[in-house]
């Protein structure tokens, strides 16, 4: 039976989406500080069903509330970057350097502490290195991410090596469990433009995303990608702008075109992850500047992230998305399932081959201009609720 796929320009829901949650930020966050002067609210977008207007909403409400939530580390995370790139860490897999970098550059929590609640964390001139999204993602909306992960499932890579084999441990057999009755174990990566390896241009999409099956997979998941386009522009909205330019230039050229119109978010890449485990590792592909997303939704209680140099396990409830520099943290995630995680992000080359001005670091100080006289309501402290864990 043919499926049917509506036409639907993904590329601009998501850009609605994203403009309209970055002004309600902005009003709310006004409104919350008691600017004199704060934006107007965004009118209600016309066209949108009322479940798409509350996800939207009550994620930006969640975003005022960690961004009022701040957390300070006492060293500069620009010098730490430096030091990283000087110390040749590559993937994280040389576990005596990177013992030596937590040792010059001290984790803020020693034992670790636990984060249980939505938090930015940012060093002592204001940039932001993660954000801390409890369950920002509802459970409904977590059920089409499922729907959509459903569709793409009989593409998943089962190609796993065995642990003494060479290879990646990102397709090692030791870091999968088993299938299970709710998602069988595997990986996929999806690009509607990306350079295939040792190729420039022109750009090339994954050829699932070319089938029926894959313009279902990105209807099925058009709205929670597209309020996670939202997101990325409030929480770095100079790499969502850079994105975004990144995407038109591609679509101008006639490369990729329908697919990048097609795709309902401004990242421009996506793993998915079935029933695996990360060992602590780093992302060599993006920049140190920008931020990767990971989402994570199944039926588990929490799958604890662990971000090395900053000291702190992140729960990781179904439908938590945790914002930080896959570069720039040694990270790793605990063995369970069942458990699907949705890794966001973009390639520096891609930025790079286009000649696009890469965008900097996220700081505080983007917003301040929306912060009324009110700023001890942006707490600086830990709270009692970040415990140490053993």
Known sequence: MAICIPDINGDQHSSDVAEFMQKLFKHLLAATTLHPSPPKAPDSPSGWSHELLDVCTNAVRMLIVAFTNITYI?????????????????????????????????????????????????????????????????????????????ILEPSFTKKFHEPEES???????????????????????????????????????????????????????????????????????????????MKERIIASGDCKEALERWPMVFTAISVISNRESPFHRDLHESWKWFDFLLSFGPYDHAPLYLANLGIRVNNPPGTICIFGGRALWHGVRRVSPRVTLALYMRKNIQKELGIQSAPWMTQHEYNSYIGSQRHNIRRRMPKDMRSVP
Not at 218 to 229: G, K, M, Q, T, Y
């Open 74 to 150: 006492s060293w500069d995370f620009a010098d730490y970057c430096t030091d990283c790139k000087r110390s040749s860490l590559g993937c994280g897999g040389n576990i005596q350097r990177e013992e030596e970098i937590l040792k010059r550059w001290p984790p803020q929590y020693s034992p670790t502490a636990r984060v249980d609640e939505p938090r930015v964390i940012a060093d002592p001139s204001g940039r932001i290195i993660t954000w801390i999204l409890p369950s920002i993602i509802p459970s409904h909306y977590q059920d089409k991410l499922y729907q959509a992960v459903c």
């Open 167 to 245: 290879g990646s441990w990102r397709t090692d057999s030791a870091y999968f469990e088993p299938d299970n009755d709710y998602i069988s174990t595997g990986l996929a990566n999806l690009s509607p433009a990306w350079y295939m390896a040792g190729h420039k241009s022109p750009p090339y999409t994954t050829p699932f995303l070319k089938r029926s099956e894959g313009h279902e997979f990105l209807s099925v998941a058009r709205d929670p990608f597209a309020v996670v386009s939202g997101i990325l522009a409030i929480t770095h909205p100079r790499q969502y702008k850079m994105a975004k330019e």
